[in-house]
């Protein structure tokens, strides 16, 4: 949540009143000055102060999913199951959103949270946030793949992938690093080497990796050590 929002929710005032708090420099986040309003703050992740006064009660929800094959990654849907219908009530607010997306018949790694300005984090391209994904292939992949996709697979029609890392596993199995999010990307960069991809799952979204504990259609909160690699993401424009 911004930390303007928070303070104007706590009782300090109106966002005049708040913005005066900024600029007298007494609002601290893990011991430093905060001058920008727009600082997205988690209560696991910071301390915040004002005046010396500490804030409490302003955390958000982060779930770890492990997206079955069939459902869609969507809020609603009027014919088919969401990635939402998975999560009980009481595990989530009407904020709750899936970050990105994954096509229905894709598993795997999924972020549902209610902190919005993390999703856009992770999501907007100058953060380039990697993706790795676990392919199986009807065709045998070959060595040379491995090649083509480090110069960047060229889509029918000219458009070109950034270079991405291929290895391989085995005759038809590979991992696949990203770091963009075209539709239908991955299928796509096979299909551009002659390769129909019959399975697809995503196992790591930038620092974060899917719990292989986790089974089809589970979730779990993140836990601290995993929120933690996310801090990176938890950015402001001000000093």
Do not use: W
């Amino acid at each position: 949540m911004r930390i303007d929002k928070v303070l104007e929710e706590k009782g300090f005032g109106s966002r005049k009143v708040v913005k005066r708090l900024f600029q007298r420099k007494v609002v601290l986040v893990n011991g430093e000055a905060v001058v920008d309003g727009s600082f997205n703050v988690e209560e696991r992740l910071h301390r915040v102060t004002v005046a010396g006064e500490e804030i409490r009660g302003f955390t958000h929800i982060y779930l770890m999913m492990n997206k079955p094959n069939g459902v869609v990654t969507a809020i609603t849907d009027a014919t088919r199951k969401t990635v939402l219908d998975l999560v009980k009530k009481e595990d989530k607010t009407v904020d709750v959103y899936p970050v990105g997306r994954l096509d229905r018949d894709t598993e795997g790694l999924l972020l549902l949270t209610d902190n919005g300005q993390l999703g856009y984090q992770l999501l907007i391209p100058d953060k380039k946030v990697s993706k790795t994904y676990e392919v199986t292939t009807k065709e045998p992949l070959e060595t040379e793949d491995v090649d083509k996709f480090a110069r960047g697979i060229i889509f029918i029609g000219g458009e070109t992938c950034k270079p991405a890392h291929l290895e391989l596993l085995d005759e038809h199995r590979a991992r696949l690093t990203i770091s963009e999010g075209k539709f239908h990307q991955v299928k796509k960069m096979f299909l551009a080497v002659g390769k129909k991809v019959v399975h697809l799952k995503r196992t790591a979204m930038g620092p974060l990796e899917l719990d292989p504990g986790l089974g089809l259609g589970d979730y779990r909160p993140l836990s601290d050590t995993e929120l933690a690699l996310l801090k990176p993401y938890f950015t402001y424009k001000g000093g």
